[in-house]
């Protein structure tokens, strides 16, 4: 019974951001000796994340919490509060090994969730449909959309978390609150704000995420446990399930927002994959060409230029081919 206890106090202070590393590590490996914990949490996490809710910073008392969420139950449409309530209760007999302490802290907090089942509330989407959008939101925070992207977030803005869903890519200003964490879901992945501005790219099959100011807490949606911290100058992909980890190095990863290219003796293969990126075109290099094209050093500067005039002056800097059909880019030797 301590033990439960105990493990109900961790998990609690895991869904809240509080758990120390040592802490993580005794609840891995605590779910990973017994599958039906593993699913039982995975269960509640699910809950947890789709509400978008933080949860509160203190002890529940379960039986203060049912009697607060079963009414609320009993007021769904006719026919459907039994089926509801006959799908909640089992938890506080059955799962005693965490007291369904979550589960009602969830529903409790949420009001309009109860056991994977959601109650749609107001949420307003922003779309850069023609054309980057700067979009400020109702907590102070900026959010600059590339053309394409699209925002949705939950009105009112408020509560114990704030959380955003992102397809595309923007860059995230973030107005700071400890008490008040902001949550970006996009695609596997969610990142959690700790002070912080940062670049958010939504690709096919992964998401890729770099940092400029502060750090950002980036984890693995479908497990949250499978988590990396991000600081300052540093960048991560995460596909699948795995955390590819590395240094910003690239200079013009926010182009599209500045208008502005600038290489410095950069190798051919990157300022390519740049200027493909800016105007959003395929790039390929001849076969003959790729093996030496990061040899290739280009020292060139465009600012908001009409995508001809880059290429000639790409041509004059590197004495090579480039050739432009549909979406693509191809760089030959002459």
């Known amino acids: 019974m301590e033990e439960n206890e105990y493990m109900n106090g961790l998990i609690l202070k895991h869904f809240n951001q509080e758990a120390s590393p040592s802490e993580q590590s005794v609840l891995q490996q605590w779910l990973e000796a017994d599958p039906k914990r593993r699913q039982d949490y995975q269960d509640l996490e699910k809950i947890w994340q789709d509400s978008g809710m933080a949860l509160y910073r203190r002890v529940f008392d379960k039986d203060a919490a049912w009697a607060k969420v079963e009414p609320r139950l009993m007021h769904v449409a006719d026919g459907k509060e039994t089926a509801a309530l006959a799908e909640v209760r089992p938890l506080f007999k059955k799962r005693k090994w965490m007291a369904a302490a979550a589960v009602v802290l969830v529903l409790a907090s ?116 499978n988590s990396i911290i991000l600081l300052s100058g540093e960048k991560a992909v995460l596909k699948e399930d795995k955390f590819i980890k590395s240094t910003l190095t690239d200079s013009n990863f926010m182009a599209w927002r500045t208008g502005v290219l600038d290489f410095r003796g950069t190798s051919l293969d990157r300022a390519a994959q740049a200027i493909g990126d800016f105007y959003r075109l395929s790039v390929r290099l001849a076969p003959d060409l790729e093996k030496e094209a990061g040899k290739i050093g280009v020292t060139a500067r465009f600012e908001n230029q009409p995508l001809e005039e880059v290429l000639e002056e790409m041509k004059l800097t590197t004495g090579l081919r480039i050739i432009h059909e549909k979406d693509t880019l191809f760089f030959r030797r002459p």
């Open 110 to 225: 949420a009001g309009g969730w109860y056991f994977g089942r959601k109650v749609e509330s107001p949420s307003r989407t922003i779309r850069a449909q023609s054309a980057d959008q700067r979009v400020s939101l109702p907590d102070g925070s900026i959010v600059h959309l590339r053309k394409g992207a699209m925002i949705k977030y939950a009105e009112p803005f408020d509560g114990n978390g704030k959380i955003a869903e992102l397809s595309g890519e923007a860059f995230f200003q973030l107005a700071h609150n400890a008490g008040m964490p902001f949550r970006i879901g996009a695609g596997q992945a969610m990142i959690e704000d700790i002070g912080t501005s940062f670049l958010v790219k939504d690709l096919e099959g992964a998401i890729e995420v770099m940092v400029v100011t502060g750090k950002i807490k980036f984890m693995d949606r479908s497990h949250s446990l």
